[in-house]
């Protein structure tokens, strides 16, 4: 029996996967068990911020997971503690961090944080108003604050106490504002819902909506962070600075580690006993994402992700004349672009043939998240693929 058939025959069937079985990868580059190589313009889905297997990630797993795999958060250990400094020292201080396992679990912990800062202070205040076509995961508090119905569909009932208003329009956010509102939560680029920039005057305008009434700013930037936008938080881009944020996907280079910042005001309403999990911030994957970290949140790192950005955009923008594209979107290295043409997922699969992985999201946009240390060879060669691939689609 094929790896395929055993597959079927063994795993549920929750994702639309391409029939390939990838077994090994090294920078951007994956391969199949025959041996065809891929160029990966996923990046697992923005996890692979390193690209495949990082040097710097092995060297640092191989030494820790001799010294102490695994503790009970009862303890402290030192690559938590200095991760976590370095998390604080690039949020610009007077923050503290939660280390969990997944972007779901970051922001379920973020719905509850919110929650808890206004019973604190003796409120009532439950409501979160979030984003139409947002997406912040598949648990029920992340799939509750999710602002795509399709995702609902046969989990429902939803939790209560979400509200959602409509992307770079704060009218629809007052609409949604009661005396219970306690938080207002948002991807600053929306990822899944089709690369959805805000606007930076939206935020600003959010921002002060939230000063003003005592409401926290949540940013997912689970898919934004860590560099993806050619800063290290996407938020810095917009000159703001929320109350609560969430981490996941690129910060551990490829292991699984998710992260709540808040600010030390809105922090200090966990107690202990208030909000725990078994693995957040173990010592191996602390010690990888150090790595990570100290390699991406360096200035010239991020300056070429944001060069290699516009690269990307401008070399998409010329095959505008000779393929059906819409708008491109995006900000550093998460690009989406519009194809308009009849079967967008036959780029995904005509891509795979010439060996380039793809992702298209929100029915037709064709999202770029390739490794942030792709080098501009490999992009040329994504170019040469993409033509390729479009002319087997369009002919
Ligand atoms: C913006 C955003 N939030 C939350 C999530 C959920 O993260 P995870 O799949 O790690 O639970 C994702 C995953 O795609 C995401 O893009």
Redesign the pocket.
């Given at each position: 029996m094929s790896y395929i058939e055993r597959a079927k025959n063994s795993i549920m069937n929750t994702y639309k996967r391409n029939e390939v079985v990838l077994v090994n990868g090294k920078g951007s580059y994956v391969f199949d068990e025959k041996g065809n190589k891929y160029l990966d313009f996923t990046g697992g889905?923005a996890v692979c911020s390193l690209g495949h297997c990082p040097d710097e990630v092995i060297e640092a797993v191989e030494i820790q997971i001799k010294k102490l795999i695994h503790t009970s958060n009862l303890y402290f250990t030192i690559p938590q503690i200095e991760l976590a400094e370095r998390l604080v020292k690039l949020s610009g201080g007077n923050v503290k961090v939660f280390f969990c396992n997944?972007?779901?679990?970051a922001?379920e912990g973020a719905i509850k944080l919110a929650r808890k800062y206004h019973r604190k202070k003796g409120k009532d205040r439950y409501e979160i108003i979030t984003f139409l076509n947002s997406?912040?995961?598949?648990t029920y508090g992340?799939l509750s604050a999710t602002g795509q119905t399709k995702f609902h569909k046969d989990f429902e009932p939803m939790l209560p106490g979400f509200k959602f208003a409509q992307l770079n329009n704060i009218e629809s956010v007052k609409s949604q504002l009661t005396p219970n509102t306690a938080g207002i939560m948002l991807?600053l680029i929306q990822?899944?819902g089709g690369i959805n920039v805000c606007s930076e005057d939206f935020i600003r305008e959010l921002k002060n909506i939230c000063d003003q009434n005592d409401i926290l700013l949540i940013f997912?930037e689970?898919?934004t962070g860590i560099g993806r936008t050619g800063r290290f938080f996407c938020f810095e881009h917009f000159g703001i600075k929320p109350h609560i944020f969430t981490l996941?996907?690129g910060i551990a280079g490829g292991l699984p580690m998710?992260a709540i910042i808040a600010v030390d005001k809105v922090a200090e309403s966990l107690e202990p006993g208030t909000h725990a999990t078994t693995f957040g911030g173990g010592p191996v994957i602390c010690s990888a994402a150090i790595r990570v970290v100290d390699k991406i949140s360096e200035e010239v790192f991020l300056k070429e992700v944001r060069e290699k950005g516009v690269y990307i955009e401008e070399g998409i923008r010329k095959m505008k004349d000779k393929y059906p594209l819409g708008e491109i979107r995006g900000i550093g290295l998460l690009r989406g672009v519009e194809l308009q043409m009849d079967e967008p997922a036959k780029v995904v699969e005509l891509g795979l043939k010439n060996g380039l992985l793809l992702n298209i999201t929100a029915g037709n946009i064709l999202r770029l998240l390739p490794p942030l240390n792709i080098k501009r060879e490999e992009i040329d060669e994504f170019f040469e693929k993409l033509v390729h691939t479009f002319d087997g689609v369009i002919k």
């Open positions: 889905i997944s972007g779901a679990e922001n997406f912040h995961g598949r992340s991807e990822g899944e997912d689970i898919q996941a996907k998710g």
